[in-house]
């Protein structure tokens, strides 16, 4: 497992930008895919993007497709969520998650809060 820490959240309003970083520990990083899921209060949690282990191959849902975007720096060991058009119903605690098999996401962080004000 890799140790994974997420940061850049914050309050924002609509129509803003932020962009979530998750850096992991481990030299081991190019081995899994990772992805980002969130969290909304009362909800279950979220898929919202993922990305293989070369950044070659991105997915994601529905929702932010086309406002957000992953990315990943191998050499730094960090995964970026670029998010723009932020919309009040993105508002949630966002999560990166590491994956050394497809969809088997075995490593989390602690999450950071994404505030959209209306």
């Known amino acids: 497992q890799v140790q994974l820490v997420e940061s850049g959240g914050g309050l924002v309003q609509t129509g803003g930008s932020l962009r979530l970083s998750c850096a992991a520990s481990g030299r081991t990083f190019s081995s899994y895919a990772m992805g980002w899921f969130r969290q909304a209060p009362g909800k279950e949690r979220e898929f919202v993007a993922t990305i293989s282990r070369s950044g070659v191959s991105t997915t994601y849902a529905d929702s932010v497709k086309g406002r957000f975007t992953i990315s990943r720096d191998n050499a730094k060991n960090t995964v970026y969520l670029q998010m723009n058009s932020l919309k009040p119903e993105d508002t949630a605690v966002y999560y990166c998650?590491?994956?050394?098999?497809?969809?088997?996401?075995?490593?989390w962080g602690q999450g950071t809060q994404v505030t959209v004000s209306s």
């Open positions: 998650a590491a994956a050394l098999r497809v969809g088997a996401y075995d490593s």
